[in-house]
């Protein structure tokens, strides 16, 4: 066939970021007129949806990611380059990596997504991690256990309740899986494990500046999830503001009251940002960004007076029909990727244009807890066990390869049925541990070592038992 376009060299695409638009994007594009470059920072692509149940211990980082090169293998005009891109030269059409190398590029696709966005307040990350990466959801797991751990510990009643108290702070879907997760974990997976505490007491807060959790939801579904989390024993505080968060704890504003939220475990579901790449990308082009950073296109998702550059996903700002921004979720960034990489075909093919992008979108689902989900399909709402089906459904079909495919629902089936997380690993350190050497001393809580004591019940123990306890083998 002949390439009027590229002359007698294949088509060159660059694709920056291996997420589900840059990964969808080089699916499409196979076909040996293209020359398409990976180009990612990790070798793996990740399901980011499902790092809530990594967080949680009920998944393992291994079983929602897959090697880029292990997916694109038999994909021969693909190749996946492990770097960091610096900079986009958009005039002379080049790709400048962190260690130097220029890539150039007939058509390029950025799809770098987005991160986690603390609204000006970044000292915030240390003590409240977000949920974006596999290192933050390892981070926000080993919290998560380790505060039943120093409880364990620890005789002070009122630093006890601090351990055992989480907090999350926004409730988006996120917050509201790992709020739903938390509790279950307390209240089910950990509740026979200790001997000096009861998890089942511990105090989960969701928190959130807006009058009610989803707000992206309906109401009526977002009432129904509110009510699955109350039963499962979370408070929900809608309404209010964080104004500071520290090694103590948190505090909030609602209204004019100021107060002080005494927890050692803050998980941070706020907000998110686009990538830093969108900012030198808008340098670089001239182009406009939105208030979250996302780089504004046209309805061809391409960026004004660049029409050789795409822009999908949560770095890209586009609007529907109506004028109303897209949302940051997953099925925008697949039909994105997908969309750009139809319109490069069809421009090297001397092919008609494609209209301008529409997103079709599915519907929506957020995950409370065990059996319990809400669902916006098209605008039939339903909740409960039906929605946790397609809720676990569409997550299994969805994942990249079949091998993960299989043992998330091994797992998955394997959890409901007996209650127990396997993925309850403490790895890592995190800046809120507790240092056990020096704080357990200064605070005369150590434990002795001796014939072991059965101790039932908390209320029944005497007061020198409750203060301090003794630990046999």
């Known amino acids: 066939m002949k390439r009027e376009i590229s002359g007698n060299r294949p088509w060159r695409v660059i694709i920056v970021g291996g997420g589900f638009g840059g990964l969808r994007a080089a699916q499409t594009l196979k076909s040996d007129l293209f020359d398409v470059t990976l180009i990612d920072r990790r070798n793996y692509h990740l399901?980011?949806?499902?790092?809530?149940?990594?967080?949680?211990?009920?998944?393992?980082?291994?079983?929602?990611?897959?090697?880029?090169?292990?997916?694109?293998?038999?994909?021969k005009n693909t190749r996946v380059v492990l770097g960091s891109v610096e900079d986009i030269d958009a005039d002379s059409k080049q790709v400048v990596l962190a260690d130097g190398a220029a890539l150039p590029y007939d058509s390029l696709i950025v799809a770098t997504g987005s991160q986690t966005s603390y609204f000006g307040n970044e000292e915030w990350q240390v003590w409240a991690p977000g949920l974006k990466s596999v290192e933050e959801a390892t981070l926000v797991r080993h919290k998560i256990l380790y505060a039943f751990e120093v409880a364990e510990r620890i005789m002070d009643p009122v630093e006890r309740r601090e351990w055992l108290t989480f907090v999350l702070v926004g409730a988006g879907p996120t917050g509201v899986e790992l709020a739903g997760a938390i509790a279950d974990i307390a209240r089910q997976t950990l509740k026979d494990d200790f001997r000096s505490i009861?998890?089942?007491?511990?105090?989960?807060?969701?928190?959130?500046?807006?009058?009610?959790?989803?707000?992206?939801?309906?109401?009526?579904?977002?009432?129904?999830?509110?009510?699955?989390?109350?039963?499962?024993?979370?408070?929900?505080?809608?309404?209010?503001?964080?104004?500071?968060?520290?090694?103590?704890?948190?505090?909030?504003?609602?209204?004019?009251?100021?107060?002080?939220?005494?927890?050692?475990?803050?998980?941070?579901?706020?907000?998110?940002?686009?990538?830093?790449?969108?900012?030198?990308?808008?340098?670089?082009?001239?182009?406009?960004?939105?208030?979250?950073?996302?780089?504004?296109?046209?309805p061809d998702l391409t960026i004004p007076n660049y029409p050789d550059i795409y822009v999908v996903g949560d770095l890209a700002c586009s609007v529907d029909a109506q004028g109303k921004p897209l949302p940051g979720v997953t099925q925008v960034a697949v039909q994105g990727g997908q969309y750009a990489a139809?319109?490069?075909?069809?421009?090297?093919?001397?092919?008609?244009?494609?209209?301008?992008?529409?997103?079709?979108?599915?519907?929506?689902?957020?995950?409370?807890g065990r059996w319990a989900a809400v669902a916006n399909a098209s605008g039939v709402h339903f909740s409960g066990f039906l929605a946790w089906i397609v809720w676990a459904c569409m997550h299994v079909v969805n994942l990249v390869t079949f091998r993960n495919r299989l043992l998330v629902f091994i797992q998955w089936a394997f959890e409901d049925l007996t209650f127990s997380r396997g993925g309850r690993l403490i790895t890592g350190t995190a800046p809120t541990d507790f240092k056990f050497n020096k704080d357990v001393c200064n605070h005369d809580v150590t434990m002795k070592i001796g014939p072991a004591v059965a101790i039932t019940d908390e209320l029944e123990r005497p007061t020198h038992v409750r203060q301090r306890f003794t630990v046999g083998y």
Request: aromatic share 4%; proline share 5%; hydrophobic share 40%.
């Open 342 to 368: 139809k319109a490069i075909l069809c421009k090297v093919k001397r092919q008609p244009e494609l209209a301008p992008f529409q997103y079709s979108d599915k519907g929506s689902l957020a995950v409370i």
């Open 47 to 75: 399901y980011q949806p499902l790092l809530g149940q990594v967080a949680a211990g009920s998944l393992s980082p291994g079983q929602i990611s897959a090697p880029l090169r292990s997916v694109l293998s038999k994909q």
């Open 198 to 298: 009861r998890p089942e007491e511990s105090e989960v807060i969701l928190l959130d500046g807006a009058p009610r959790v989803l707000m992206s939801f309906p109401e009526d579904l977002a009432e129904k999830a509110t009510r699955s989390l109350v039963r499962l024993g979370v408070s929900v505080k809608c309404g209010v503001t964080v104004k500071n968060i520290n090694k103590e704890g948190l505090t909030i504003e609602s209204g004019e009251n100021l107060n002080h939220i005494a927890a050692k475990t803050v998980i941070w579901a706020g907000g998110i940002k686009a990538s830093s790449l969108g900012q030198i990308l808008a340098r670089r082009t001239n182009a406009e960004t939105d208030k979250a950073g996302r780089v504004k296109v046209e």
